[in-house]
């Protein structure tokens, strides 16, 4: 038989939300009238989701197992359910059943209008509090803005992509991933898709504010060399400073002026020069970590458990 629809759902600790996730999903997916399969990628859960997974799996033959040996990470697990999807369909979606899978209905809907990329834009957010609004905010916008592609403000993983699409994401096996960027960054034709984001089901956040960090790290790094011109222009900064701040110290000592005497303007300057360096070394610290771990070639996962047909 073949599949039209593949849901891609990566699984953390949600235990609580896999009956409510398998039953919406069966509901919309069977209204639809067209063979789909939901991909539940279990990324090391230890609160019991896994058995959960493979009880819901000998019940539903549309479910199809992907059990990590052990936590791979969020943007890992998608990239395990895109090698395994068989559908003409793949759709990304949150266990946490924040994004409501009666959306898929309409990312579909513009799919068989002929966009390759659809992707779902958060008009409204229940449940969150105004530190993650303003942060998501921030984050979304200062991707957009310093990035070398244009990612969608607003957008997460949940989105629909033509299986052309997958097949290109598929190639890609950078370590530090960013998909919403991937997606982006392999062009298509593309549209969003307006809706409003429920308040999470059960459970608590996969994404505090460090993870949220480390995400727009991997987003800057993966798509902009901006960082690293942020230190070229620091250099540049404190070149020009030093080079304005030598006639007007040698013409102040000349006059008499005892204002840049002692050791404390040196000590200042030492330590901003310092602290400027320091920097340019982290940053290049973090693109140089990135090309040790690619240059190290270890899968990007190991599965304990999979269907055998990818």
């Known amino acids: 038989m073949k599949i039209i629809y593949s849901i891609i759902a990566p699984i953390y600790n949600e235990i609580e939300n896999l009956p409510e996730l398998h039953r919406r999903v069966k509901e919309v997916m069977d209204s639809a009238g067209e063979p789909w399969e939901l991909i539940l990628v279990d990324d090391g859960s230890t609160d019991g989701s896994t058995e959960r997974i493979l009880q819901l799996a000998e019940t539903d033959k549309a479910i199809r197992p992907v059990i990590f040996a052990r936590n791979f990470g969020h943007q890992v697990a998608i990239t395990a359910g895109w090698d395994y999807a068989r559908g003409d369909a793949v759709i990304i979606i949150d266990a946490d059943l924040q994004d409501p899978p009666e959306v898929i209905l309409d990312l579909a809907k513009k799919w068989k209008e002929g966009y390759e990329v659809v992707y779902a834009v958060r008009a409204e957010r229940e449940g969150e509090t105004w ?8 984050f979304y916008r200062l991707i957009y803005s310093i990035t070398d592609v244009k990612i969608p403000v607003d957008t997460g993983d949940f989105r629909l992509m033509d299986r052309k699409v997958v097949n290109v994401l598929k190639q890609m096996r ?46 800057i ?18 070149a020009g400073i030093s080079i304005l701040a030598i006639p007007i110290v040698a013409a102040l000592r000349l006059a008499g002026s005892h204002f840049f005497e002692g050791q404390t303007t040196t000590l200042i300057s030492v330590l901003f020069l310092g602290g400027v360096q320091l920097i340019s070394l982290g940053i290049l610290g973090e693109y140089i970590g990135r090309l040790y771990d690619e240059a190290k070639g270890r899968p990007l996962y190991i599965v304990r458990e999979a269907p055998e047909d990818q």
Do not use: D
């Not at 950078?174 to 429920?198: C, D, L, N, T």
């Open 131 to 138: 530190f993650k609004k303003f942060t998501a905010a921030v």
């Open 174 to 219: 950078e370590r530090h991933r960013f998909p919403r960027g991937m997606s982006a960054w392999v062009g298509f034709r593309q549209i969003g898709v307006q809706y409003k984001r429920a308040a999470r089901k059960a459970g608590v956040t996969k994404y505090p504010f460090r993870k949220m960090l480390k995400l727009a790290l991997n987003a």
């Open 221 to 238: 790094t993966g798509f902009s060399y901006f960082p690293l011109q942020v230190a070229t222009y620091f250099g540049f900064v404190s």
